[in-house]
């Protein structure tokens, strides 16, 4: 069985550009969360959606956004993009009826210049 | 608010000692899940166990045990003889009773074991 792809897994930017970042999760787990992970602040959870519709989310600024599709695929974004937004972006997914049994992705290094 | 609070960033072990890591938990919610997930080198978090706060069994899967103590707010976790292969950061978790993906860890705490 396949686990939690994320894409891409680095990438480069600078200030005031925006990203996206890729999500494909487990086969049939239908919720799929977002977190971030910096040395300073750790993980911190950004959102999560099931069946394309946000159930959770962070305190984060609404530069930040998230989407799920139809085939559990999910995306987010972040515009603007400020310094301290360089991290690793983890995404998880999860199945009914586990609770908090997260399956994590490699993450998405992003670094802004 | 919910907030974990691991005291130790990082402990050091030589091979077969054992070592326990301490979890701290804070929460108004009665009912609420504690979590142990693991980071090796390579990157990727691995889910290792979960209780939920009526259950305060202690658990042992192997050379892992679990401490879950209501009146300390604490969820600790025994590695016994440890080996170089569990040099990981380790997080301890906590969410409310949904149960969804959102969860509140801590800081993590970097144990290495050294042969």
């Known amino acids: 069985k396949a686990g939690v792809t994320q894409t891409p897994r680095y990438l480069i930017k600078t200030r005031g550009q925006q990203v996206t970042l890729s999500c494909s999760p487990i086969?049939?787990?239908?919720?799929v969360s977002w977190y971030q992970q910096t040395p300073g602040q750790g993980l911190q959870f950004l959102f999560e959606y099931f069946s394309e519709t946000q159930r959770n989310k962070g305190n984060f600024p609404g530069r930040f956004s998230g989407r799920q599709f139809s085939n559990s695929r999910s995306e987010m974004n972040v515009s603007t993009l400020e310094l301290g937004d360089s991290a690793l972006y983890l995404c998880a997914s999860k199945r009914s009826g586990a609770p908090g049994e997260l399956f994590f992705g490699e993450g998405s290094r992003l670094t802004v210049l | 608010a919910q907030k974990v609070t691991q005291a130790q960033t990082e402990i050091s072990v030589v091979e077969k000692e054992d070592v326990t890591l301490d979890c701290v938990y804070e929460t108004r919610d009665t009912t609420y899940y504690l979590f142990w997930y693991k980071q090796p080198p390579s990157g990727e978090l691995v889910f290792l166990i979960r209780?939920?706060?009526?259950?305060?069994q202690n658990e042992i899967s192997g050379r892992y045990s679990w401490n879950f103590q209501k009146s300390t707010s604490s969820f600790n976790f025994t590695i016994t003889a440890s080996q170089v292969v569990d040099s990981a950061v380790y997080f301890c978790?906590?969410?409310?009773?949904?149960?969804?993906?959102?969860?509140?860890f801590g800081q993590g705490t970097e144990l290495s074991v050294k042969p």
């Open positions: 209780r939920n706060s009526f259950d305060e």
């Open positions: 086969s049939g787990h239908r919720s």
């Open positions: 978790a906590l969410s409310d009773a949904r149960g969804g993906g959102k969860l509140i």
